[in-house]
């Protein structure tokens, strides 16, 4: 104690030696400048990421929307809120309290930012649409995006079955690879976790082969717990070499959404066309979501041949492994839509 007390006067001394020189070395430390009230007018600060409060605080003072960089470090360490500062970009105004810019930094109101949310199943026409109608990105340079540059795994055949349906956050200044690299990266982490390049071989399946059986099951809709039964029909029909006379694969060769598929779809001249072609389509038609994947790599067990969404409105889907079944089943579909 005495050791301290010996300190502080010492300090104190200093400090009165120094007089006006030392207040005024310390002044902004103690009582940096400082705006009153919520400021006017509207300036848009970017919040790099990784920056520390100071670096937030004299990119603000730049801006003119804090006094000092100071002020903003001090209000954020009373407050201990550093780790909840984000970084992006967002409108605040100039002339601002250094408390009234943090509460403004710390509202997602005032985060400048566009929200996309892509659904599982979309074909790449409608994600690139979606994206172009919510992200304010060009469809043309969704369209011309160099595919090499988006990051996707060396298995893919393309962007089709890989940009992950999932809600994505689009900045100010954010291009068309950034967001479609962004979609890769979800997909790869997707991936990832779900073990697709190690247990693809455990169905006999190449990892793309993986994400095409994914898109199929996700085309074909139903609840969640029928993408098992799903997959293991079609495991079940490529085992018996038997084709896959999947609907979703003639509306994907003719760009078209319907339930109905008549005769004529079945015929039409596509490798997509499962009806009039063995095997797989020659890669995915649709982006699958990560319970679709899994499906793909965990079939259920059965020995169901063939599956009828019979009611599209309440998706209940049927399985069997009779062919009668399957007509009979077919029958309650047309029915269900109203065919005759």
Known sequence: MR???????????????????????LKPYLSPDDFDGPGSGAVTVRIAPGSSAEAIGSALADAGVVASARSFVNVTEDRAVSDRLRPGHYRLRKGMAAGAALDLLLSPA???????????????????????????????ALKSVDKALVGLPEYANGLEGFLFPATYEVEPGDTAVDVLAAMAERFAAAARHVGLEEQAPRVNLTPLQVV????LIQAEGGTDADYPKISRVIYNRLARNMPLEIDSTVLYAQNRRTLKVTERD????????????????????ANPGEKALMAALNPAEGDWRWFVTTDPAHRITKFTSKESEFVRYREELNKNLGAS
């Open 3 to 25: 050791k301290v007390g010996l300190l502080s006067a010492g300090l104190l001394a200093g400090v009165l030696a120094l007089g006006g020189g030392a207040i005024a070395v």
């Open 110 to 140: 005032a985060r400048i930012v566009r929200r996309v949310t892509v659904p599982e199943g979309m074909r790449l026409p409608e994600v690139f649409n979606r994206l172009s109608k919510h992200a304010g990105l060009s469809l043309q």
């Open 212 to 215: 095409t059986v994914a898109s």
């Open 266 to 285: 079945t015929k039409v001249d596509s490798p997509y066309n499962t009806y009039r072609h063995k095997g797989l389509p020659p890669g995915p038609i």
